[in-house]
């Protein structure tokens, strides 16, 4: 092993900057833990002259990935520069010159990690990404080694930190989903345009990731069923406040038998739940599993350095290979062809808010409607709404299959009785 191993770094914006800090701070450490110093040869920047938060030494930046991929004396490429595309062709080239690589691109290995995975297998290479899942939370190697000989069953993860900040301040202050957006904004919590967190598609690319680790098999981003937060409003989190119940953006995986069923979508916890006590922009992740029982793990789910973390701790596992001689040999081809449930197989309670007419029989309508299609309730509250000749009706159902719940969403359009279904949601974690 060589003396000093160089590294090219794609990308120096807030976790870049922060892959730059820890390495270049940290050299005894890494020295000690890796046996050879660390050193990061190349950046690659958009623009030469912007200034920046950390010392770069200006001949270590470069606009030409290739100054990085071509060079024969860079043995690590760490990919934060964001992206799709340009990310995926850089890694491609990256893997094929023989570089190991590091990335914390979720959207990149959501999508193509199959082929990026194959592509280290065939060179010899490693292909580390814990940083792409929940940033600082060791969870991808948790899965890959400390709980590999234990069959996972399910995995129920907060892992958008925008969302829980939304939910959180909507949920405790009694505010409105506009107002609450336009602070995390404001505070840097979330994007300008912030569709792919509060939509569910940063979560699903994130559970689909988890998926394939946990139940060796491998999901892709469209077998995620996805649906966000943008129609939450003040009136559902006070009715689930009322009923015991705390919302989160929950991304769920789970298996049974050899069938899968992957989520991500506003979920009711009983308020004892772990994940329910997860507030603001942390993340946690609840796995279950048939050997170990239940684990949860929790920190910051994003920021500059709790990433960087999560980056340089991959590096440090490429160099101990290169060390040992071992690289290539962590990419695990999934050992079960993919089965995923079907509507009929899945199975949940649900939450239900309902406006109706205020007059008798509606209640028996109800009912009989629940009856009719073999779904139990569990909770039901009534309250009238003031002038208007109308009730809000909330149910809380056994567990029904999702299949015969959503036929009940369709035979409440067409009942007389009923005005308008005001919003439904999935209740977890409650076994009451």
């Known amino acids: 092993m060589k003396d000093v191993i160089s590294v090219g770094l794609l990308g120096l914006g807030t976790v870049g900057s922060g892959v730059v800090h820890l390495i270049d701070n940290h050299q005894d450490k890494l020295k000690h833990q890796v046996g050879c110093n660390v050193k990061i040869t190349k950046i690659l920047v958009s623009q030469l002259e912007k200034k920046r938060d950390v010392q770069t030494n200006g001949s270590r930046l470069t606009i030409n990935p290739d100054d990085i991929l071509e060079d024969s004396e860079i043995d690590v490429v760490i990919e934060v520069m964001g992206g799709i595309e340009s990310a995926r062709e850089h890694v491609l080239k990256a893997l094929r010159n023989h570089k190991h690589v590091v990335t914390a691109n979720k959207d990149l290995m959501a999508l193509h990690g199959k082929e990026l995975l194959q592509a280290a297998a065939e060179n010899g ?3 580390f990404y814990e940083a792409s899942v929940a940033a600082g939370i060791p969870i991808l190697r948790s899965l890959t080694e400390g709980l590999s000989s234990d069959r996972i069953t399910k995995m129920m993860g907060i892992v958008n ?6 939910l959180t301040k909507m949920s405790q202050e009694g505010r409105g989903y506009d107002e609450v957006l336009k602070e995390a904004q404001e505070l840097g919590f979330a994007e300008a345009d912030p569709t792919s967190d509060v939509e569910g598609l940063d979560a699903a690319r994130k559970i689909a990731i988890l998926g394939t680790l946990g139940f060796s098999m491998h999901i892709d981003l469209d077998d995620v069923s996805v649906s966000g937060i943008s129609s939450v409003t003040a009136e559902d989190l006070e009715y689930c406040r009322q009923l015991g119940y705390t919302m989160k953006l929950v991304g769920i995986a789970s298996r049974t038998e050899d069938k899968a069923e992957v989520s991500v979508e506003p ?3 009983p308020d004892a739940h772990p994940l329910a006590s997860v ?4 993340n946690a992740i609840y796995v279950y599993g048939e050997a170990v029982g239940e684990t949860m793990f929790y920190g910051p789910g ?3 350095l709790p990433t960087a973390t999560a980056v340089v701790s991959d590096l440090v596992e490429v160099l101990k290979n290169m060390r040992l001689d071992v690289n290539g040999n962590s990419a695990v081809i999934p050992q079960f062809v993919k089965k995923l449930k079907t509507e009929d197989e899945v199975f949940a309670k649900y939450f239900l808010r309902i406006h109706a007419k205020d007059k008798p029989g509606t209640f028996a309508a109800l009912t009989t409607l629940f009856s009719e299609l073999e779904i139990s309730l569990e909770k039901i509250l009534q309250l009238p709404l003031k002038n208007s000749g109308l009730a809000e009706i909330i149910i809380v159902t056994h567990k029904a299959a999702k299949s015969d719940y959503k036929n009940v969403l369709r035979q409440l359009d067409l009942l007389e009785e009923v005005v308008d279904v005001k919003s439904s949601y999935r209740v977890e974690g409650d076994e009451r």
């Not at 507030?279 to 942390?282: K, R, T």
């Open 267 to 269: 979920v009711l916890l």
């Open 161 to 166: 930190g925008t969302t829980n900040y939304i």
């Open 302 to 304: 994003a920021g500059k």
């Open 279 to 282: 507030h603001n922009e942390f």
């Open 125 to 127: 290479c490693d292909l």
